[in-house]
């Protein structure tokens, strides 16, 4: 996953797929490396995407970190961290830094463990949008605004999409 940055002009954010540890990364529009950001109090069992977007604080953006992936679909509980987007220049020397105060959104699926790739904020609602994969027919869920970091919520499916027709 990628986003580019709402408050940090030419700044994107990036995450490695699984194996890798519990950190985000910052890049300008050149390429240039800004920073390792670890991500306090979460795992990184396998990262698969990131958004960015409103949250509970009108006042503050908001990145969204995918730790959706399960290969195997055998894990009952997936998780989102949602965090204050960062200060970061563009310029900046390389950074390692550590980021506290992390909501973690812990999910499960209403309708069975799942493997996702997709992680989507509404705008709009701050409803959070997941997609499945490796199946015939892909599942669409929502976990609706606002997103306990207190109890454990079940993803809504809303729709599937069948991406095989015969």
């Not at 069992?45 to 958004?51: K, M, N, T």
Request: glycine share 6%; aromatic share 12%.
């Amino acid at each position: 996953g990628i986003v580019a940055s709402y408050k940090n002009e030419n700044v994107f954010w990036t995450h490695n797929d699984s194996g890798d540890q519990n950190r985000i990364y910052a890049f300008n529009n050149e390429g240039q490396h800004l920073g390792v950001y670890t991500l306090q109090n979460c795992s990184a069992r396998d990262f698969e995407d990131i958004a960015i977007g409103p949250g509970p604080d009108e006042n503050q953006d908001y990145l969204y970190v995918g730790n959706i992936g399960d290969n195997g679909s055998q894990y009952d509980t997936k998780y989102i961290y949602r965090l204050i987007e960062p200060d970061v220049e563009s310029d900046q020397a390389t950074v390692n830094e550590t980021l506290y105060n992390i909501d973690i959104i812990a999910y499960q699926y209403e309708d069975g463990n799942r493997d996702a790739e997709t992680l989507m904020l509404d705008p709009l609602t701050k409803d959070i949008i997941i997609v499945s994969k490796r199946e015939e027919a892909v599942h669409i869920y929502k976990l609706p605004y606002p997103q306990s970091s207190e109890t454990l919520l079940t993803a809504e499916l809303i729709h599937t999409m069948d991406f095989y027709p015969d």
